[in-house]
C-alpha cells in the first residue's frame, strides 16, 4: 500500500506565505510526476504546480511567480512554497503522485488534503 500524507495547511493574511509538504509512504520503488491541485468550494479541481523526478517544472498561469514546487526524490516528498497569498487562493490543496510500487504497478494516488485559508 501506498499513502500520501500532506501538511502545512493553515490560515494566513493576504500578503503572507506558506509551505505545503506531502510525503509518500509504503511499497514504494519509484516515485515518478508529483504535483498539487487545489479545490475550491463549487468549484472543479484545478492543477497548480507539477514536478518530475528529473526536476521539470509546470505552473498554472494564476501562480506564476508567486508559488515554487519542488521534491526530495531521496524521501519522496513534494512540497508547494506558497508566497504572496491571496484570497483567491483560498482551496483545500491535494497531493498528487504517480508511484510504481514494489509489485511494479504504477497507479495515482492522491492525499487527503489540506485546507489553505487567505484572509483579506
Known amino acids: 500500500q501506498v499513502q500520501l500524507v500532506e501538511s502545512g495547511g493553515g490560515l494566513v493574511q493576504a500578503g503572507g506565505s506558506l509551505r505545503l509538504s506531502c510525503a509518500a509512504s509504503g511499497s514504494i520503488l519509484s516515485t515518478n510526476a508529483m504535483g498539487w491541485y487545489r479545490q475550491a468550494p463549487g468549484k472543479q479541481r484545478e492543477l497548480v504546480a507539477g514536478?518530475?523526478?528529473?526536476?521539470?517544472?509546470n505552473y498554472a498561469d494564476f501562480v506564476k511567480g508567486r508559488f515554487t514546487i519542488a521534491r526530495d526524490n531521496a524521501k519522496n516528498t513534494v512540497y508547494l512554497q506558497m508566497n504572496s497569498l491571496k484570497p483567491e487562493d483560498t482551496a483545500v490543496y491535494y497531493c498528487n503522485a504517480l508511484i510504481t510500487s514494489l509489485g511494479l504497478k504504477k497507479e495515482v494516488y492522491w492525499g487527503q488534503g489540506t485546507q489553505v485559508t487567505v484572509s483579506s
Open positions: 514536478i518530475v523526478s528529473g526536476g521539470s517544472t
